[in-house]
């Protein structure tokens, strides 16, 4: 098992070297291969995800772009422990994840891992501050401190005022906000996000990059963010991981470097953007 | 005209020709088969003032009320008790099945036998009939719970007694209600047709003993008051669940209608 281990951190530094952030990885997935029970008969199952290897440092804002299909939502199920792997393993802050038959999950990783799904996930009979505070209330953490910090997140993202609406009242870029701060309000050290800004408008949808880019710089976290979007992948990112299409692997990484604070409603025009938009899109055909 | 006006007297021509239509069959077929309004609202007051109705009326609702409770409560409950025994509830299946596909109606007369000719047989069929349409509406609920809200739970640092609280329940709860929104006329129901088997009070027992007689008058004046009564439960029910459930938009997929509320 140790040797296991050995290997499968010695196929993260080769693929992490050459990165000039010296930080340790924060969270290192090895090996990861996944694919769900045959369908009756079928023989054997696709693989989905096969040896995926990457890591992400801390305070980094990884993006991962692929193809629709390729396997981006089941990846993030499995770092999160949503779901289990079949191959390969998850290292995280000392701890790891084995593949297994998903009966020892610990979903969220005792609260370190945060997941923004694709779908908002609202409960729809809490009211919008109430469903802010879910996870807090759940972790029994619901206090002056935290509220206060909820107060300023709501301000943040412009929710201030809508507190005591219920979701089916709300539109579909503030419920998409809510589910985003309702993730930042308990602070876990790692985010996960599933084309969260998926199903909004063009305008919406860069105005919640903006505040998404806004929130991360009040107080860094660690981010993996998978989109199909291209654009998105490279303005909001460190470094970008490329997924091939099913079975998922990472077949190019580009850090990029365009400074920050980024003005994104005029990304298209800052250096270096559109050559990276052209490699990667020619990496994804 | 306003139109809330309009509809209020268009509702009363309706209720005219009725009573109209009603009186032409007793003067044409007779007072002794079809009674008469004027007959039936004499009755009403007459049984109001000395006091018979309200002691028939009180059995009745008892019986009822005792029932629902009887057979709602488990009913609404066993769900959530059998979505963490899957095992259990895959061999329990068929046999729910079969409990929901008896006539209960049928089990009158042995419930008779059981527990004699007072409240108890009435409860027991009221208690028969309500438990299994809450339960199969209640379990529909437990069943159709959204997998990611489970998810999104789990990942917030939910146990499963917190999921149990905070997204099953509230989920299950509008089919649950969409359980006692039927339950509710029919529990009325299946005590009158307890009355009607044995019993010596109870508006089913008017109804009986009216017929008996010849006397349709009384039978009328029980059918009116059963109706007054389903009537207003209904209402009741459907302002609870309205209250329940304001997190949810008026109309769209799953709005309840309940007739009169």
């Avoid at chain 1, 038959?101 to 779908?119: F, H, M, S």
């Avoid at chain 2, 209600?177 to 009607?196: C, D, K, M, T």
């Amino acid at each position: 098992m140790a040797a296991a281990l050995a290997a499968a951190h010695g196929r993260g530094r080769k693929l992490g070297a050459g990165r000039m952030s010296a930080a340790s990885p924060t969270l290192q997935v090895s090996g990861l291969g996944k694919r769900f029970p045959p369908r009756p008969g079928q023989a054997e199952a696709p693989w989905i995800l096969a040896d995926l290897n990457f890591s992400v440092a801390h305070n980094e804002f990884l993006t991962m772009v692929g193809p629709s299909g390729a396997g981006k939502t089941t990846l993030l199920n499995i770092i999160c422990q949503v779901d289990a792997a079949t191959s390969g393993e998850v290292n995280f802050l000392g701890k790891t994840m084995k593949a297994g038959n998903g009966a020892t999950l610990k979903p969220g990783w005792d609260c370190q891992i945060g997941y923004v799904t694709q779908d908002d996930n609202l409960l729809p009979w809490r009211s919008l501050i109430d469903n802010v505070t879910f996870p807090l209330r759940i972790q029994g953490k619901l206090n002056d401190q935290t509220m206060e910090r909820v107060t300023q997140l709501m301000k943040v993202v412009n929710l201030t005022g809508f507190e005591r609406y219920y979701p089916h009242e709300l539109s579909g870029g503030m419920r998409k906000r809510a589910s985003l701060i309702r993730t930042l309000a308990y602070d876990p050290p790692i985010i996960l996000m599933d084309e969260p800004f998926g199903a909004v408008d063009a305008q919406t949808r860069t105005t919640l990059q903006m505040d998404l880019l806004r929130l991360w710089n009040l107080g860094k976290k660690t981010i993996i963010f998978v989109t199909h979007d291209i654009g998105e992948a490279i303005s909001l990112a460190d470094r970008v991981l490329v997924l091939s299409r099913s079975p998922a692997k990472v077949v190019a990484e580009h850090r990029v470097n365009i400074p920050r604070p980024r003005d994104l409603s005029n990304v298209y025009k800052l250096d270096g953007f559109g050559d990276m938009f052209e490699t990667v899109r020619k990496e994804l055909l | 005209m306003n139109p809330r006006l309009q509809l209020t007297v268009d509702r009363l021509v309706i209720l005219v020709i009725c009573i109209a239509v009603w009186q032409v069959c007793s003067m044409e077929w007779g007072v002794h088969w079809f009674s008469s309004p004027l007959k039936m609202t004499n009755r009403f007051f007459e049984v109001v003032w000395n006091g018979d109705l309200f002691y028939h009326m009180d059995y009745t609702i008892r019986a009822a009320i005792y029932g629902f409770l009887v057979g709602g409560i488990p009913g609404a409950l066993l769900p959530f008790v059998l979505r963490r025994m899957p095992v259990v509830s895959a061999v329990l299946d068929p046999y729910f099945a079969g409990g929901y596909g008896m006539p209960k109606l049928a089990l009158a007369p042995l419930f008779v036998l059981w527990f004699g000719i007072d409240l108890e047989p009435k409860v027991a069929l009221v208690a028969a009939i309500v438990s299994f349409l809450v339960f199969f509406s209640t379990m529909a609920g437990v069943q159709a719970v959204n997998a990611q809200y489970v998810n999104m739970a789990r990942v917030a640092g939910a146990n499963e007694k917190d999921i149990a609280r905070h997204i099953v329940w509230p989920g299950a709860i509008p089919y649950s209600f969409a359980g006692f929104r039927i339950a509710a006329p029919y529990s009325i129901g299946a005590a009158v047709v307890g009355e009607l088997i044995s019993s010596n009070r109870g508006l089913g027992y008017m109804i009986q003993a009216g017929a008996t007689d010849f006397d349709t008058t009384t039978v009328f004046v029980s059918l009116f008051t059963l109706t007054m009564i389903v009537v207003i439960v209904n209402v009741g029910v459907a302002r609870c669940e309205r209250w329940l459930l304001r997190w949810r938009p008026r109309t769209g997929a799953g709005a309840s209608w309940v007739p009169g509320a």
